[in-house]
Nanobody, 126 residues
Framework: QVLLVESGGGLVQAGGSLRLSCAAS????????MGWFRQAPGKEREFVAG????????IYAEAVKGRFTISRDNAANTVYLQMNSLKPEDTAVYYC???????????????????WGQGTQVTVSS
């Protein structure tokens, strides 16, 4: 069973940047697509970004396209989310997740991700 641990969240002013990390342990990392999701208070969890198992292919939510970048280091068992030009509406708990199936493309579909981290809080002040 893989364990995912997010880090890098915090408080930042609008226009600032943060880089989130998600470290995997206890299971295979490099064979699986990974995703970042977020959940703001009172809202449903939503897709943010995804990356396929090799790191070649990425997808983004329209709300973050051009501002966020997902990447992965399979040697380090870590996936990253670089967040630039942050807005107050980006405030949420951010979660990383591992796809249930190996050697797939990333997807926005919440249901295909089987392992989740505990989340890291990102707060953007105006």
């Amino acid at each position: 069973q893989v364990l995912l641990v997010e880090s890098g969240g915090g408080l930042v002013q609008a226009g600032g940047s943060l880089r989130l990390s998600c470290a995997a342990s206890g299971g295979t990392f490099s064979n699986y697509a990974m995703g970042w999701f977020r959940q703001a208070p009172g809202k449903e969890r939503e897709f943010v970004a995804g990356i396929n198992w090799s790191g070649v292919s990425t997808i983004y939510a329209e709300a973050v396209k051009g501002r966020f970048t997902i990447s992965r280091d399979n040697a380090a068992n870590t996936v990253y989310l670089q967040m630039n030009s942050l807005k107050p509406e980006d405030t949420a708990v951010y979660y990383c997740a591992r796809h249930k199936l190996s050697f797939t493309q990333a997807t926005r579909n919440f249901g295909v991700y089987g392992s989740w981290g505990q989340g890291t809080q990102v707060t953007v002040s105006s």
